[in-house]
């Protein structure tokens, strides 16, 4: 765990690619990371405790480790506490956490509380709630989470959001429809860019080379596709 901490090139990636590999010697590994945690955390720096939580977030679907990561709720590095939240949602998923973390004063806690819940089904409401939120991140996280879930009139309010006043709703709503790799997009993207300039017009290019490689490999999706199914990983810009 020590050299996990100090060596910088150990990549977390590195770190859980090898413990996936010998899973059958290492079953508790996510355990041994809490244990650790929990004994040498309030003298780990920042960023080794990113480092050991970027490894749950690779190995563990985090519902042994709660308690730790309940304790790591309370430091006071936002990078922290927002990493938790994410690991959080998924361990803990229930509404009254999800609730209190979309409280927060903090944009990334509040936008990684709406990431942590894109696998339950019946969080639409709460869903609904957030895309009033007036941080562009947790709207672009809501309205992905509606649309993975096949919310009705998502995909106009996802449109909608291009439209805004505020260039950064601009962007994380053109980010939005090239995460969904959905075709419908492809005529809003393609106006924006050939009509805007710099940061709008990069992510609406960068969100049609999404469509475009999902294209490529037949997932793009389509009017006769399958209605999408709720993800596990995301983030908005």
């Not at 090139?9 to 859980?16: F, G, I």
């Not at 749950?56 to 480790?65: A, E, G, T, Y």
Request: hydrophobic fraction near 40%; proline fraction near 3%.
């Amino acid at each position: 765990m020590k050299l996990i901490c100090v060596e910088q090139n150990l990549s977390s990636e590195a770190v859980a690619k090898c413990v996936n590999t010998i899973g059958d010697f290492q079953p508790a590994f996510d355990q041994k990371i809490a244990a650790y945690l929990d004994r040498f955390g309030a003298t780990l720096s920042s960023e080794a405790t990113l480092k050991l939580l970027d490894v749950l977030d690779r190995i563990s679907d985090c519902s042994r480790v709660r308690f730790t990561l309940l304790r790591l709720r309370e430091s006071t590095d936002p990078c922290v506490q927002s990493k938790v939240t994410i690991l959080l949602g998924r361990g803990v998923l229930n509404f009254k956490l999800v609730e209190e973390q979309l409280a927060s004063t903090d944009a990334r806690v509040r936008a990684n509380a709406i990431e942590s819940t894109w696998r339950i089904q019946d969080v639409v409401p709460l869903l609904r709630t957030a895309t009033s939120d007036p941080n562009n991140r947790v709207v672009g996280n809501a309205l992905l989470a509606l649309y993975k879930l096949n919310d009705d009139g998502v995909a106009a309010a996802i449109t909608e959001m291009a439209h805004h006043e505020s260039e950064a709703f601009q962007i994380t709503a053109l980010w939005v429809m090239g995460e969904t790799e959905d075709a419908q997009f492809g005529d809003t993207l393609r106006s924006f860019a050939q009509t805007s300039t710099g940061k709008v017009r990069w992510m609406a290019l960068r969100s049609l080379g999404r469509l475009k490689r999902a294209s490529d490999s037949g997932k793009l999706r389509t009017p006769e596709s399958e209605a999408p199914g709720p993800r596990e990983k995301g983030l908005a810009v």
